[in-house]
Structure formats: C-alpha cells, structure tokens
C-alpha cells in the first residue's frame, strides 16, 4: 500500500489544483460559491484524515474511565447500561464505520453519566469533569477540524 | 424553476393567470441567485405590454430547490400563509408577496413569487464598516416591531403554543428528541438540554418570532428602508428566540450589531416592545441564544443525517457540520459563563455574604 503521499496531502493538493487552475476559469457566482464551500471542506477532510481515528480511540478509553466513575458514585442506570453495552459492543476495529459505532456507543454513555451528574447538586466535581471531556476533547478538537470554516454564499 | 431554459416561458404563462389587465408578457431574463441556503432563488426581468405601452419590472422568485439536495426542509405553504398575512397587515416592512404557486405545476416547484429589492442586504452593508452608525439600534427597533404582533394577528393556521413552559419545553425537548434520532450520539446537546431546563427564565407573552433573523435577511431598498425577507421559520414563540439567534448566528458570520453594545441594543429593544429588563438582559439573551438554535440546527443535523445515510447531498449540506460544531463550541462557553454569573447572584444573595 503506497501511504504517502498521505490522503490529507492529496486533499490539499486538489484544493491547490481547484484554486489555482479551476478557479480562474470559473465566471459564475453560483459555481464560485460552491468553489469555496468544496475548498472549506477539502481542508476538513485533510485534517480529519490526519487525526479523527486516534481521537477516537483516545476519547472511547477517557469516557469509559469517566462513566465508569459516574456510575459507581451515582449507581445511576442508565450510565450504568449505557457504559455496558459501549463495553461489551466495543469491536476494537480501527476500520471506520466500525470505530465510529463504538464512539457513538460510549459517547451515549458520557451523556447519561453527565445528566446524572446534572440531576445531584452533591456530584459537582464529577459535573465540571465530564464537562471539561467536552470543551476539551470535543469542542476544540471540533474547532480544528473547522479549518478555514465560514458561511460562503449568504446574503 | 430548475429548467433555466424553460422557466421564462413558464414564468409568463403562470403570471398571465394573475395579470388579465395587461396583452402581453414576457420574461427577459432569468437567472438563479446566490444567498438562499435553504431554498433556491432566481431574479426574472418581466416585460408587460398593453395598448402598446411597456412596462418593466423584476421580480423574485423563491422555491424548494431539487429532491436530495436540500439543506434545510421547510414548507412553502407555511411561508406564503405567514408572507401574505404580514403584506395585508403592513406593520412590519417585507418585499410584499405577489403570487403562490401551490402546486408546483407551473414553476416546476412550489414557488413564491414576489417583488425585487433592488439594494443589496444590511450584511453586505455592515461587511464593509468599521462604524456601524445607527445600524444596531434600527435592527433592535425592527426586531422589536415584530415582537410586537400577537398570535390573535397570525394566521390561524400557525401552531399555537398550549402556554410559555409549552413553548419553552417544547424546544428544550426538541434537542433531545433530534439527538435521540440522529445518526450521531451528541453528549453536548445533552448537556444543552439538561442545562436549559434547569435554568429557565422569567416567561414573556407569546409574540410572532421570525425564526432566522440575520443580517443576510434584512434587505436595504433604494432609499435605504429596511425590508425583512425569508420567513420560512416564523412560528409564535418566546421574542427572545429571535434575539438569541440572532445573536449565535451573527457571532458565526459578523459583524454582530448586538455584541457592538449589548445593552444600547437591548435599551432600544426594550423601547420597541414594551418589554421591562427583568425579561431582557444579557443573560437572558444568552439562554435564548443557546435554547433557540435547535430551531435550525434540529433541521440541519436532520439533512446531515440523510447525508450520512446515502439519502441527501451537496457541499452546502456538508460545509453544515462546521455549524454544529460551531455551536458546540460556542454553547458550552456561554453555559459557564452564564453558570458563573447565576453562581455569583446565588452566593451575592445568600445571606451574610458580603458585597
């Protein structure tokens, strides 16, 4: 299997490939804007190539120590259910559809275990904890796979 | 209305149904727009002649754009019901609303027919300053004017909240139920949920709300009148709704006219709408900014689902994960800051604490 150049290179040389050469040949504002929207997003993919396997592989390991917390403190059911079935439906693949299922999994546990949270003033420390999962490994991951994200064509 | 050579033919002949008064019309020209995500749009220049007499004109035209390559669902016939009641009550300044093609045998789609703006949009007004002028206070006054048209002014056909904590309840269950079925488990909008309804403010009277009020949707006439256009989400709701949104949205695509001098701009609002500052203050515009988005981020998660499963496509379509993501971000920093300001009134009015 050849691997590099790597897919997000390939990516970031078409968005060169449509900027540069494409482009200039492009004289309609319907076809321009959708130019640009097709940039915005090569470069989202190029990033999550690069990285969305090993975050999420990461982010199933973190979730499941911290629902497993929330459901000892709490004894709540349905983390406690939720964080079984991540377990036990957990493939392991690294392929895609099969690593994206499993994240899905334990992300439904990370949101019971933070609803728990949120129903007992008394878990406050656990509350901020599973919060911090998601400013840190979520929203700003999220924020770098944005790239160069705007809302072309509007107005 | 996606057949470019056909649709001038099929233009004139749906507006000849409207216009017996005149012999003769023709479509001059034909041309799609840019500037609507959620429907397509095209500008017709429209000749119509009588006695040997021509006169001009170029309207606009807005319909559902082609099956599988829709952004946001919505429904036409609501639209023209919520256009025409708002033409023939003339508070609120529209480009009024000519003529529905309710079945889509003429255009080729459902289609709203209506009149030409011929200036540009207060985005791309405000895109170009560095002063604002008394642009924020005219879209506080204007959002203000159509927080003042009550349910018993709509049309009947517009859903009606049952109270407030219906309408307040509604939304907060709607994050729940999208997440519940999308194809993507969201721990934040979760978090969002449990968070609003834990936290909800003082209630306000049920008013018409617009449902995507932005800068892109205020057109600027000639003499420079503001005109409000796409209400394809106006519903009866909390106001705040339409504060919020405006809000998140002008902070993912600037320049927001409210965070220039929030409360300035809240003043003016105040004064629009009669409305007293325990109901509208920054905070409670932030839960309204976070609470309301789920009115269309709910419809865009719904396509990017479809796209996920083979049923939707386009790059319009995928460039939306970036405003779930956005929201993600944004959301859960506005719920710690405004958790802290709640925490700080808490501990400020516990009492022996100290000032």
Redesign the interface.
């Known amino acids: 299997m050849i691997v590099r150049p790597t897919t997000a290179q390939l990516l970031r040389d078409l968005r060169h490939e449509l900027t540069e050469v494409v482009g200039p040949e492009v004289h309609t504002a319907t076809a321009r804007v959708a130019l640009e929207q097709i940039d915005i997003i090569l470069e989202q993919c190029a990033v999550r190539a690069e990285s969305e396997i090993a975050w999420m592989v990461e982010e199933i390991d973190e979730i499941e120590g911290y629902a497993s917390d929330v459901a000892d403190a709490t004894g709540d059911e349905a983390t406690t259910a939720a964080l079984i079935a991540g377990r036990r439906e957990r493939s392991g693949s690294l392929e895609l559809e099969a690593l994206a299922a499993d994240y899905n999994r334990m992300s439904e546990a990370l949101s019971c275990a933070i609803e728990a949270c949120m129903a007992r003033a008394e878990q406050h420390e656990l509350r901020a904890r599973g919060i911090e999962i998601l400013r840190l490994r979520r929203a700003e991951r999220e924020t770098v796979v944005r790239a160069n994200w705007r809302l072309v064509g509007r107005g | 209305m996606h057949d470019l050579d056909a649709m001038p033919q099929r233009l004139a002949d749906f507006l000849g149904r409207h216009r017996d008064d005149v012999e003769s019309i023709e479509v001059l020209e034909y041309e ?1 727009m ?2 609507g ?1 959620s429907r397509s749009m095209a500008r017709a220049r429209v000749r119509y002649t009588s006695d040997g007499i021509s006169l001009e004109e170029t309207l606009v035209l807005r319909g559902d754009p082609p099956a599988g390559h829709s952004m946001i669902e919505t429904e036409r016939d609501h639209e023209w019901a919520v256009l025409k009641a708002l033409t023939d009550l003339g508070v609120i300044p529209i480009p009024p609303a000519r003529y529905y093609d309710r079945s889509g045998e003429h255009l080729g789609t459902k289609a709203i027919v209506m009149d030409h703006v011929t200036g540009g ?4 007004l405000i895109e170009e300053m560095t002063e604002y002028g008394d642009h924020p206070s005219r879209l506080a006054r204007l959002w203000g004017e159509i927080h003042t048209i009550t349910p018993e002014q709509l049309p009947r056909e517009m859903e009606r909240p049952e109270s407030w904590d219906a309408r307040i309840d509604g939304l907060i269950a709607t994050w729940r139920s999208y ?1 519940r079925a999308s ?6 909008w ?2 969002i949920a ?2 609003l309804e ?1 936290n909800k403010p003082p209630p306000l009277p049920l008013r018409l709300t617009h449902g995507d009020p932005q ?3 205020v057109m600027i006439d000639h003499e420079g009148n503001y005109l409000v256009v796409d209400w394809e989400f106006a519903a009866i709701g909390d106001p705040r709704e339409d504060l919020g949104w405006y809000n998140i949205y002008s902070t ?2 600037g320049p927001n006219l409210y965070e220039a001098d929030p409360e300035r701009f809240l003043a003016v609002y105040r004064e629009a709408t009669g409305f007293g500052e325990a109901e509208i203050n920054q905070l409670t515009v932030g839960y309204f900014t976070v609470l309301s988005s789920i009115k269309i981020l709910g419809t865009i998660c719904t396509q990017l689902d479809k796209f996920a499963m083979g049923e939707n496509s386009g ?2 379509t ?2 939306q ?3 779930i ?2 929201g ?2 944004n959301f ?2 506005a719920i ?1 800051g405004m958790q802290a300001a709640f925490d700080a009134m808490a501990a400020a009015s516990t009492p022996g604490a100290t000032s």
Not at chain 2, 183 to 188: E, F, L, R
């Open positions: 799609p840019t500037g995500y949009s207060l985005q791309s997440e194809v993507n488990s969201d721990p934040t979760r978090y449990a968070w834990a800068a892109p949707n993912a695509a790059a319009m995928a460039l994960i970036g405003s993501s956005f993600h971000e859960i920093n710690a």
